[in-house]
């Protein structure tokens, strides 16, 4: 089992950056495609994007093309998604999750991943 802690959430003005990570513990990271989801306010959680076991492969939600990039570094245990010319609606709680499953399937639905982070708020003012 792998635990997992977002950081890197907080306030920035539209147009700018962030750069959240996702920490994990437990069971080393490598053994999981990871993801990241997001949950704005009255909405249901959110595929943003998911990244493969060696990094190799990635795929993002329309919303975030070009905008958002996910990647990885296994040695430090350590999943990140850089955020760029953030708009008031990417104003949610970001979470980060795992995948168990075999191979890799760009997984976008919350029940194909197995753990998840407590999420950190992300807010972008206009």
């Known amino acids: 089992q792998v635990q997992l802690v977002e950081s890197g959430g907080g306030l920035v003005q539209a147009g700018g950056s962030l750069r959240l990570s996702c920490a994990a513990s437990?069971?080393?990271?490598?053994?999981?495609?990871m993801g990241w989801f997001r949950q704005a306010p009255g909405k249901e959680r959110e595929f943003v994007a998911t990244?493969?076991?060696?990094?190799?492969?990635?795929y993002y939600a329309d919303s975030v093309q070009g905008r958002f990039a996910i990647s990885r570094d296994n040695a430090k245990n350590t999943v990140w998604l850089q955020m760029n010319s953030l708009k008031p609606e990417d104003t949610a709680v970001y979470y980060c999750?795992?995948?168990?499953?075999?191979?890799?399937?760009?997984?976008?639905?919350?029940?194909?991943?197995?753990?998840w982070g407590q999420g950190t708020q992300v807010t972008v003012s206009s």
């Open positions: 990244i493969s076991r060696s990094g190799g492969f990635t």
């Open positions: 437990g069971r080393t990271v490598s053994t999981y495609n």
């Open positions: 999750a795992a995948d168990r499953s075999v191979g890799w399937r760009a997984s976008r639905r919350e029940n194909e991943y197995d753990y």
